[in-house]
């Protein structure tokens, strides 16, 4: 193998093994998610001004008590946070800690199971829905835990988006299909693995490849369907146009 494309898992499980890595100076490229503390080649999106857009679209539509649940702790969804909460005090609407649901590994199967699941949204949207003062809308950090909001939104007999509105992250391929078709952040998935591709194939053909590092971030797209309560399908394509940045 002469390099490869990573994929980071959930928090920092394997940071030990990327450190390997980089000390042997073997060619690896991160997507998605990257360590704040170790300098790599890294293609991500811009979750920050994503899930500001995404709070902001619940906002516009007059929501006031909006929640939020969290996916498992990594730069990723730490940002998408920070996005959430930027978009709160913008608004001039106070921050409430109790609406805000984080993601934990829990055990299943036999294993210690992580994010994609859609078993923890629907565990912390059931405890969000179950408040005397329940929220109104639910920002879900990725479109796997908006899936397990709507299964928690079903069993207790309310309705999207009359009783809650929901709003996701990804817009994997089930999220246009599902009953109430989600709204949601579109990552640019293919421009992510190709621009990955390119440094990587840079780092292993180039005899003396640059000593910097390459950190490109990407726009998002906000993709509006029904779960928010729009009755025509819209798409409002991020202002902020990405762009690279190069750290020693």
């Known amino acids: 193998m002469e390099g490869a494309v990573i994929f980071p898992y959930w928090g920092r499980f394997n940071v030990l093994q990327i450190l390997k890595l980089k000390k042997k100076r073997f060619p690896f490229v991160l997507i998605d998610r990257y360590f704040r503390d170790i300098e790599t080649d890294t293609v991500i999106v ?25 996916g498992v702790r990594c730069t990723a969804n ?13 608004a001039s609407i106070h921050f ?12 299943g199967e036999g294993s210690l199971r992580f994010e994609p699941d859609d078993i923890g949204g629907y565990r912390e949207a059931k405890a969000l829905l179950s408040c005397k003062r329940r929220p109104t809308a639910i920002f879900a950090g990725n479109d796997y835990i908006a899936l397990g909001c709507y299964k928690a939104v079903k069993e207790m007999g ?16 089930f999220s246009s299909h599902l009953e109430v078709p989600l709204t949601t952040v579109r990552q640019p998935k293919y421009e992510i693995g190709k621009r990955a591709c ?13 000593t910097k590092f390459r950190k490109i971030v990407l726009p998002t797209e906000l993709i509006i369907r029904e779960s928010c309560g ?18 020693k």
Not at 233 to 244: A, F, I, P, S
């Open 96 to 107: 409430n800690p109790s609406l805000v649901r984080e993601i934990q590994p829990f055990e």
């Open 46 to 70: 811009d979750n920050f001004k994503g899930a500001y857009r995404a709070t902001k679209h619940l906002i516009d539509l007059g929501h006031r008590r909006i929640a939020h649940i969290m």
């Open 230 to 247: 729009c009755k025509k399908k819209q798409v409002e394509k991020n202002l902020y146009l990405g762009g690279e940045t190069w750290t």
């Open 78 to 90: 730490e940002d998408r946070f920070e996005g959430y909460r930027y978009a709160l005090s913008k």
């Open 198 to 210: 390119e440094i990587l194939i840079m780092r292993i053909t180039q005899k003396n490849p640059p």
């Open 158 to 173: 309310l309705r999207i988006p009359d009783d809650i509105s929901i709003v996701g992250f990804d817009d994997l391929k």
